[in-house]
């Protein structure tokens, strides 16, 4: 009877590894910005313009993405990943940090050259990967659920994060 028992199960866990390793599925992690201030926070991405092999600062940068938070509201931005079929790259395993998909990562560059520009009208803060900023560090956001392949963060802008920004000319 024992035998029986460790081989249904022996069986059972090889057939769910191989289900697994045939589904074509996505993780997502969603992230989620809340402006507590009382003014509108505009967040613009740059990247920069041209290949990164032949980049230098006389190219530039281009404006990747960007998009408004009006006061006492929030926005969600979610970034997703496919699995194809067998692949074992990319698996969320929940409750280790290195698994859910990086905040900010909708930026094409991984090298760090990105940049975003967060502003209030009043003040602006540049973020940066280069310098492990605020906004690209996990941990500066407050995880608020968390499901196998989809995760929700958030992230709350208050008046202290513009204190030392540059003033807007």
Known sequence: ???KIILFLVVLFTLTGC???LLDYEIATNYIYRNDTSSDITITSYTPN???DTWTEIDGWKEYMSFVIPADEERI???DQKRAPGDKTV???RGRENNYIPPMSWQSN???RDYTLVSNGERIVKQTVMYNDELYRLESYTLIDDELRNATFLYVFTD???ANGELVE
């Open 110 to 112: 991984a090298t760090g």
């Open 1 to 3: 009877m024992m035998k």
């Open 91 to 93: 698996i969320h395993t």
């Open 77 to 79: 931005a979610t970034i």
């Open 160 to 162: 202290d994060f513009f």
């Open 19 to 21: 289900i697994d390793g």
């Open 50 to 52: 041209g290949p990164l």
